[in-house]
């Protein structure tokens, strides 16, 4: 016995596939172009614009879990992730003074001095990756609501 699927899901399922895919394009786009100018990912950019965005004072620092959220990693897989940049020397870690058991991570002046260079490229990228998807039926509404977000906009 056959069911008919529900057109509601199907056009759930369809909405989902176009954002993946809107996604993935932009992704890659900025990937190769952080890859080629300045040898970093686009998490490791993410990592070091989220640190970069620290302050001090209440809720000024994240802890490993919140920056995990933030370029959606695991826990695991941002650890790595900040020893590499800690081991290219664009981050650093050190103790929480009012937690000894909390570390915070801070973006070096090598890290900040990368992400304003990379973050032309990284801004560059992203238009033209939205630029090309918008010329695409399936993902022109999806790039037009991401433009709709920027207060430029």
């Known amino acids: ?6 057109p509601a899901l199907v056009g ?10 809107l996604h993935g394009r932009i992704e890659a ?3 190769r172009a952080l890859q080629a100018g300045h040898e ?9 614009d989220v640190l970069s965005r620290q302050h001090d ?5 994240l802890r490993m879990n919140q920056v ?5 990693l695991s826990q695991s897989a941002t650890t ?12 650093t870690r050190y103790l929480c003074l009012t937690d000894r058991r909390g570390i915070y991570t801070d973006v070096t002046d090598a890290g900040r001095a990368l992400l304003a260079e990379a973050r032309p490229t990284n801004d560059a990228a992203l238009g033209e990756a939205l630029r090309e998807a918008s010329k695409r039926a399936e993902l022109a509404p999806l790039v037009a ?9």
């Not at 004072?57 to 620092?61: N, V």
């Open 145 to 153: 609501a991401v433009e709709s977000l920027s207060p430029a906009a």
């Open 57 to 61: 004072g209440e809720g000024g620092h």
């Open 80 to 91: 790595r992730l900040v020893n590499r940049l800690e081991d290219r020397g664009l981050l």
């Open 68 to 72: 995990a959220d933030a370029v959606v």
């Open 29 to 31: 786009h900025i990937e």
């Open 40 to 48: 970093l990912s686009v998490r490791e950019f993410s990592v070091l």
């Open 1 to 6: 016995m056959s069911r008919t699927p529900d």
């Open 12 to 21: 759930l399922a369809q909405g989902w596939c176009a954002l993946s895919a």
